[in-house]
Structure formats: structure tokens, C-alpha cells
């Protein structure tokens, strides 16, 4: 499912105008992007939480020429599913 396929799906389920459920999930998207800039992170209780992790240093190889190289350390943004959801992708 694509965005424009979700926001097709929210207003049909709500009853809300396509764009006032594409305004939301841009909204939803950004404030999202603000809170893991900021190492904050968001819990949905249920759904999940989106937060970041850290990556430590290490060395790679490249898969052509078998040569070390060093990959940096860095952080990533990570989504962890809540039980919930965990349970409802089991049925």
C-alpha cells in the first residue's frame, strides 16, 4: 500500500475528505521525523514505537574484491511493532 492508497482507506474509514486525511498523515509523518531528529521517539501503546539506534563502528568487506573497509558508526531510525500489532500479523 502506497500513501495515496492509505489516505484512500483513512477517509473511507473516517468519513474525512482525502485531503484533510492527507494533511493528517503529513502532519503524522513529520512530527514523527521531528521527535527521532531529537532522539525523542514516539510510543503508540499497542501499534509500536518509532525511536532511533545506534550503530557501532565496524569493518566490511567488500563482496567484490574481498577488501576490509571500515564502515562508521551511526544512528538509524527503528520502528519496534507493540504487541498488539505482533499479535493481529500472527492470524
Do not use: W
Amino acid at each position: 500500500m502506497n500513501s495515496a492508497e492509505l489516505i484512500e482507506a483513512v477517509a473511507g474509514e473516517t468519513k474525512f475528505t482525502k485531503t484533510a486525511c492527507e494533511e493528517f498523515l503529513n502532519a503524522f509523518v513529520t512530527t514523527i521525523e521531528k521527535n527521532i531528529k531529537k532522539s525523542d521517539g514516539i510510543k503508540l501503546v499497542g501499534f509500536g514505537t518509532f525511536a532511533t539506534s545506534k550503530r557501532k563502528a565496524r569493518i566490511g568487506r567488500n563482496p567484490q574484491t574481498g577488501e576490509a573497509i571500515k564502515i562508521p558508526a551511526r544512528t538509524v531510525p527503528v520502528f519496534r511493532p507493540g504487541a498488539e500489532l505482533k499479535a493481529k500479523a500472527q492470524k
